[in-house]
């Protein structure tokens, strides 16, 4: 695909936080960028966040404004590279709104970060690098995902951990319907309602943002406050997964 006429869409859900963006998402463009030779756009699917990008040096597009810049760009080919963990509702909705321009626009999408057995082994292994999983603690990795069925890179991920021997690991899709049930579920089952063990709430994202945090932790109703009002000692990583 030549570069003359392609140019690339860097699609997240987005943050309003400065800092986030700038370590984690500015310096993933530049290397896209560098890899691939192409020019990118930076896409955040939440508008209002998009919206809150407006200074020159930080200006992030939403999905819609990135598609028209391309077009009066010149460009004829859009590949769209999105930031997403799993295909989940935030991945269908980028496509669905991807689908409005192909009458104008050739748009090639590419997988979720976490898509297959293989990518979610390769996560696995780089996540091991990074940190390192207390075996007197239990872990909730969260997942955004769908309320409509069960992504099935969640299930490969939590086959990964447990062929790595992680039975204090469990993998959420906090969109799944009763997901806080199967949370509680496999607690009960760890026993760590009667242990008392550390629960360490640990999101699947690339970058904190603010619609993940009302979901997971500053709400009233959010996840980590329902654990806790359920008697668990959940305690929250926050900042997203920093690659």
């Known amino acids: 695909m030549s570069s003359k006429d392609t140019i690339i869409i860097l699609a997240s859900v987005g943050t309003t936080i ?24 930076q896409v955040f699917t939440d508008d209002n966040a998009a919206h809150a990008m407006s200074e020159p040096e930080d200006r992030v597009y939403t999905v819609e404004e990135a598609l028209e810049k391309a077009i009066a760009l010149g460009y004829s080919k859009v590949i769209a590279v999105p930031v997403f963990m799993t295909k989940g ?3 269908n909705s980028l496509k669905s709104r991807l689908d409005f321009y192909l009458d104008r626009l050739e748009i090639t999408m590419t997988d979720s970060v976490l898509h297959d057995a293989q ?34 890179a969640n299930t490969y991920l939590q ?13 959420i899709q906090l969109k799944e319907r009763d997901s806080f049930g ?21 999101p699947l994202i690339v970058a904190w943002g603010d619609y993940m945090a009302n979901e997971l932790y500053n709400a009233q ?23």
């Open 221 to 243: 109703d959010s996840f980590v406050w329902r654990l806790r009002n359920a008697g668990y000692r959940a305690a929250f990583t926050g900042g997203g997964l920093r690659i």
């Open 119 to 152: 990518s979610c082994r390769e996560f696995v292994e780089i996540f091991e690098t990074i940190t390192s999983l207390d075996p007197k603690k239990e872990y909730l990795f969260v997942e955004h995902g769908n309320q409509y069925y069960h992504c099935a």
């Open 159 to 171: 086959k990964a951990l447990d062929e790595k021997g992680y039975a204090n690991a469990k993998v």
């Open 89 to 91: 509702e935030l991945y």
């Open 18 to 41: 400065i800092r986030a963006k700038v370590t984690t998402y500015d310096m993933i463009k530049k290397d896209l960028a560098d890899y691939s030779g192409m020019d990118v756009l």
């Open 182 to 202: 199967q949370a509680i579920a496999f607690l009960k089952s760890r026993k760590a309602d009667e242990t008392g063990a550390q629960v360490i709430i640990i």
